[in-house]
């Protein structure tokens, strides 16, 4: 190639050669002002380090020796009222409520199959279940019309 076909090329592509050179260094420009702004160039590196196993031993003696007992965690066990439940829980009825709920169903609706047997409050007439406070839900409205 010779420079009189070079300078030809540079005469009418120097417009664009211009603006890709421009945006090449402000790209550059751009990434370099990212790295040095970065919260994570200022930050210390995180560096894990492992505790020997006779530092926790060595603690652990400590604590014996200290007359502090060390038991495990105990286990809670279930008080008499909760054994004896309500006589609404026995699983037969005609109505169904839920523990977390004000309303009842009958046990036909959508939504009494929904709830959870450990939740489940059974009622063998509607005034039981109003008795307790429950108010009735549309479906088993729906049903008694």
Not at 33 to 62: L, W
Not at 77 to 84: E, K, M
Not at 116 to 132: D, H, I, M, S, W
Request: net charge positive.
């Amino acid at each position: 190639m010779e420079f009189t076909s070079f300078w030809v090329a540079w005469q009418r592509y120097k417009a664009n050669i211009g603006l890709c050179t421009a945006t090449a260094v402000a790209l550059l420009v751009g990434i370099y002002i990212g790295q040095a702004t970065s919260p994570f160039a200022a930050s210390t590196p995180i560096i894990f380090t492992d505790v020997p196993k006779e530092d926790i031993s060595q603690s652990i003696e400590a604590v014996k020796l200290s007359g502090v007992a060390l038991r495990p965690a105990s286990v809670k066990q279930p008080s008499v009222a909760a054994a004896t439940a309500s006589p609404y829980t026995s699983g037969s009825g005609d109505y169904i409520a839920s523990k977390n709920s004000n309303l009842y169903h009958h046990t036909s609706c959508a939504a009494a199959k929904r709830i959870l047997p450990a939740n489940a409050r059974y009622f063998k007439t509607p005034q039981e279940a109003k008795g307790v406070g429950l108010t009735p839900s549309k479906c088993t409205l729906d049903l008694k019309k």
